[in-house]
């Protein structure tokens, strides 16, 4: 669309521009003045420049919890991306089953991230959950609170059974876009199946796939209440995320200096990444409006 | 007349469907055919089986549930509905959960409808920038900023109050709006716009009287959205409050007592919390996968 330069527009923007930085830069800024200070009380504090920051980027705890989030968070996206796309190709297209399987599909984005670790809970207990109980019948000694592996196995299936759908939705409205002469055209050609999806349905995905992928990623580095409530972070610390790790150190130990440099090391290594994916979406627009479609 | 067209004679058009059936019979044998519907099957299975479970132990006595392994309550009882229904603090913990919702959406949704128009009509100094700015607030963890909004909202007298969690809850839900709405936006052709100009309509009356019904499916999307995120968001939350406007999620902790988890009732305030995700995704059925591609299919 051939958009008009107008500054004007700036006052259409103005009532969100005052809302949203009254809740971003205003406690941003809290965070960026704790980070380069060493506060006692209200009246006294130290400048300390970037000591707070040498000392977190060097703290093995939370390289260790870096690290563990980078691997939950490709875990999670190359098991839940091929998944979605798979349920979107045999999510049924019309009649009451689409509107059925479209409402259960999405109900697990929809209940909210504490009561999710509670459901999990319930369901794996060996005592009182199906899944628990039936996975000691079969003979397998699974308790999520002992084993690291199990633990982490339990965390990436709820996460996966969480946010799939996410995937899985946004696949299928990427499909719904494709027009039948599409199919007919391959049709005629006797093409198979693998090749309608290679070179008819994944280019039409591509653009949904990234705002999923970028979504996915998102969400994922920031997970807390799910494994807090369903592992509470361990067998140990085995399953602490960054986001369980930082609310600790900011809410339970108050250590103001180290947990404000902490949070913006965590804020811009997210911005980071978006910021890779977000420049991907940009350009494909680009190029998608140059070849005129 | 008829015999001097030229026509296929029968033989030769049976063998050909013949043909063509076998065929057709080769190519997608009967247990293909039942595969995508299989695979279905089992995905919704697993979507279902641990709410199932979530469910059938809401409505088991706390005797049944620790008394041993049942697949279904045999013995059925409403108590911990009741329990939740006439408990102040239970069903308070809905009613402020709905409450900051509903603010939310309702100051989202204000803001964002101009935004996202200037966003997808207009180039502005600074566009660009801006809308990365925003898009960056939708990834700031909530966890970063937990600290200084709990300073903020405290100092400002706002600290357990309905409104606190609803404007928390902007930080990522008016970016959000701003994105979706921008995307259905962009599908409504300029020319309307200007047509509407030249017949004389003012800016409000066009944008209202007009604009805003032609994507009104794309706000009941981007509602539907405000609803979601607002709804399953609790950190913030709970972080937020103490006993005034305390969410659902910070009673549910209530329920792991000194003598163990009241496992029965945990159950069915969970069952409580997903109904009104269900009530809500039921309006906007048609359009919710063109939502969760942020309106850009």
């Known amino acids: 669309m051939n958009k008009v330069y107008d500054n004007k527009a700036w006052w259409l923007i103005l009532p969100m521009l005052v809302l949203v930085a009254f809740s971003a830069i205003i406690p941003l800024m809290t965070v960026v003045n704790y980070s380069v200070q060493d506060v006692f009380d209200a009246n006294t504090r130290f400048f300390t420049g970037t000591e707070w920051f040498a000392q977190m980027l060097n703290d093995p705890t939370l390289q260790a919890a870096l690290l563990r989030q980078f691997a939950f968070s490709m ?56 899944m628990g109980w039936g996975l000691r ?100 610390s085995s399953t602490t995320f960054l986001s369980q790790s930082l609310t600790t150190m900011a809410i339970g130990q108050q250590d103001l200096g180290p947990s404000a440099a902490f949070s913006l090391i965590y804020f811009l290594i997210i911005l980071l990444v978006s910021w890779v994916f977000y420049t991907a979406i940009m350009n494909m627009q680009k190029e998608k409006q140059e070849e005129g479609i | 007349m008829t015999d001097s067209m030229p026509h296929t004679p029968t033989a030769v058009r049976q063998r050909a469907a013949a043909a063509d059936a076998s065929r057709r ?33 809401s409505f088991q006595s706390n005797t049944e549930i620790l008394g041993g392994l049942t697949l279904w309550p045999k013995d059925f009882t409403f108590e911990h509905y009741g329990k939740i229904f006439t408990t102040s603090t239970w069903y308070m913990g809905y009613l402020n959960s709905i409450a900051y919702v509903v603010m939310n959406m309702f100051i989202s949704i204000l803001v964002a409808l101009p935004a996202a128009y200037a966003f997808s009509r207009y180039k502005f100094i600074g566009d660009k920038h801006l809308f990365f700015w925003l898009l960056t607030n939708l990834m700031a963890p909530p966890a970063v900023f937990l600290l200084p909004y709990f300073q903020l909202y405290y100092t400002v007298g706002l600290f357990d109050t309905h409104i606190a969690v609803a404007l928390a809850h902007c930080l990522f839900n008016i970016p959000l709006a701003i994105w979706i709405l921008e995307g259905f936006m962009s599908g409504v052709p300029k020319e309307i716009d200007e047509t509407a100009f030249i017949d004389g309509y003012s800016f409000p009356k066009f944008f209202i009287k007009i604009f805003i019904p032609m994507i009104s499916s794309g706000i009941g999307v981007t509602l539907f959205f405000l609803f979601m995120f607002s709804w399953v968001e609790l950190l913030l939350a709970s972080t937020l409050t103490s006993t005034g406007a305390q969410p659902i999620a910070s009673v549910m902790t209530s329920t792991s007592t000194a003598s163990g988890i009241d496992w029965g009732t945990l159950a069915a305030a969970g069952v409580l919390t997903i109904l009104p995700g269900i009530l809500v995704v039921y309006f906007v059925r048609n359009h919710i996968a063109k939502g969760f591609a942020l309106g850009r299919t």
């Open chain 1, 75 to 130: 875990t999670v996206l190359a098991i839940e991306v091929p998944l979605g796309i798979g349920i979107a190709l045999i999510m049924p297209k019309k009649g009451w089953q689409a509107s059925v399987v479209l409402i259960l599909v999405t109900l697990p984005l929809l209940i909210p991230w504490n009561v999710v670790g509670s459901i999990w809970q319930i369901f794996t207990r060996g005592d009182i959950g199906l």
């Open chain 1, 137 to 236: 019948e079969l003979g397998y000694g699974y308790n999520i609170t002992r084993s690291t592996v199990d633990a982490w196995g339990t965390i990436i299936l709820m996460d996966v059974w969480h946010w799939t759908p996410l995937i899985a939705l946004l696949c299928y409205s990427g499909l719904r876009s494709i027009p039948e002469a599409y199919y007919q055209a391959a049709r005629i050609d006797r093409a198979s199946k693998w090749s309608v999806f290679r070179y008819i349905q994944l280019p039409k995905l591509t653009n949904v796939l990234v705002i999923g992928v970028l979504l996915r990623f998102m969400h994922s580095f920031m997970i807390y209440a799910e494994p807090f409530v369903l592992t509470g972070g361990g067998p140990g």
């Open chain 2, 25 to 57: 019979r080769k190519s997608r044998s009967a247990p293909l055919r039942w595969r995508p519907k299989m695979l279905m099957g089992l995905y919704l299975l697993f979507v279902l089986l641990p709410i199932y479970w979530l469910l059938n132990m």
